[in-house]
């Protein structure tokens, strides 16, 4: 699983692993270095007695956001460690995974009674990294006039199956969401719990390109009273006029683009594809200019551990099949704030720093995106980012009261 990290920077030079493209970005080269430290610095040097440091001086090059293991090298500096160099952070990488496997051999039954759940919290927060990696590079390459590719082999978006006219009905009524405990999840997707859910429908599909242009087309991004003021402070501050990374063939942006720019650099624009790379500003104003809104959170689980179950239970039924694409293509925002539920209560440790101080002035994503690893996504799963983000993968799914 580890081994998939440094696939995912095959078609990157050494050049390209130190830059950093903006402070939300992190180099490739630190993706490698720190999903490294993470294993060494939460798995290793707490419960394998006698392990030593591969060099006590990186500790605060890779620490991310962990204020209880020691000190950090600021976040908007990473494109400048230039040292250690990737040759280094390679053999890092493998010595670190060398001392792995010699602890996982040698562990008794009361270490590895601790030690199990780091290791499979350490894969989980690799897979994180892995799609992170590839978000970051592609925004890094987006500023580079030759437009090369993040990864030729990357895999790309498929065109919408259903019909944008479809909606998907659910009665309403009592539902428990979060995770039941039974295997992997991270602590703010739990307690699982009840909540009370109104009628309401949701697209089938995914919003395409197709209906972003007509959105743009029809004065979107001119119209304040579509948007959040947030949002259209943004948009003017920031100048959008469509999502990120679409191509144009002039600078009026007054036919369809031509191209978007995507991890195979640049690739064909084609209107049945999810749009994406927009921010829950853009999805908002999106959803009010379309007559309709954002799921919550609680809704698109609800409804997806329907459609995804097999058959629909009666009384939910779906126009036009069911819910599509709700994994694998794009993230998809929903209206809810990054919240903790209902009794949540943060791991013990230096992990409890994982998730909960940040359930603050962000949003939830919900699904994963072709740039998700397989077998990282789950139904209750919660991404989260600030409003204005739009660097990942996201898009979304509109929903109406019924």
């Known amino acids: ?10 078609a990157l030079s050494p050049e390209d692993m ?11 080269k630190w993706h490698l270095a720190h999903t490294t ?64 496997e010699r602890f996982v051999r040698e562990a008794d039954a009361t270490c590895w009674a601790q030690a199990a759940s780091l290791l499979e919290l350490g894969l989980q927060h690799e897979q994180q990294h892995q799609e992170l990696l590839w978000t970051d590079v592609l ?44 295997d992997f999840a991270f602590d703010n997707e739990t307690p699982r719990h009840a909540v009370l859910l109104a009628p309401f429908r949701l697209a089938c599909g995914l919003v395409t390109q197709g209906q972003w242009w007509d959105f743009v087309q029809d004065g979107g991004y001119r119209r304040a009273s579509l948007w959040l003021s947030e949002g259209w402070a943004t948009v003017q501050a920031q100048a959008w006029r469509g999502p990120a990374y679409w191509l144009y063939e002039s600078t009026a942006c007054d036919a369809p683009p031509v191209g978007r720019f995507g991890l195979r650099g640049v690739v064909p624009w084609r209107p049945d594809d999810p749009v994406s790379h927009v921010s829950f500003h853009e999805a908002v104003a999106f959803a009010e ?80 995106s072709l740039a998700t690893p397989p077998g990282h996504a789950r139904l209750t799963y919660r991404n989260f980012f600030p409003p204005t983000a739009r660097w990942q993968f996201t898009g979304l799914r509109l929903a109406q009261d019924a």
Do not use: C
């Not at 699983?1 to 920077?9: C, G, I, N, P, S």
């Not at 830059?19 to 180099?27: K, R, W």
């Open 1 to 10: 699983m580890r081994a998939e990290t440094v696939r995912r920077t095959r």
């Open 18 to 28: 130190v830059v950093q493209s903006m402070p939300d970005a992190s180099p490739a």
């Open 37 to 100: 430290w993470f294993f060494e610095t939460v798995v290793l040097q707490p419960l394998a007695p006698g392990d030593r440091l591969f060099d006590e001086r990186w500790q605060p090059l890779f620490n991310s956001y962990y204020e209880s293991l020691g000190p950090r090298h600021p976040r908007p500096q990473r494109g400048l460690l230039t040292r250690p160099s990737l040759t280094e952070v390679l053999a890092y990488r493998a010595a670190v995974e060398e001392r792995l």
């Open 139 to 182: 925004h890094l390459m987006s500023q580079n006039p030759l437009q090369p590719a993040a990864d030729p082999q990357a895999p790309e978006f498929t065109p919408a199956p259903s019909p944008d006219a479809a909606w998907w009905s659910h009665p309403g009524g009592p539902a428990s969401i979060g995770h039941d405990g039974g």
């Open 289 to 368: 200019w379309a007559g309709a809104r954002l799921p919550t959170e609680a809704e698109w689980e609800a409804a997806a551990g329907v459609s995804a179950s097999g058959p629909m239970d009666d009384p939910v039924e779906a126009a036009g099949g069911g819910l599509q694409d709700l994994f694998g293509q794009v993230w998809q925002w929903t209206r809810s704030a990054y919240d903790p539920y209902p009794g949540f209560r943060p791991w013990s440790g230096a992990v409890g720093e994982y998730n909960g101080k940040f359930m603050d002035s962000q949003r939830v994503l919900r699904g994963s």
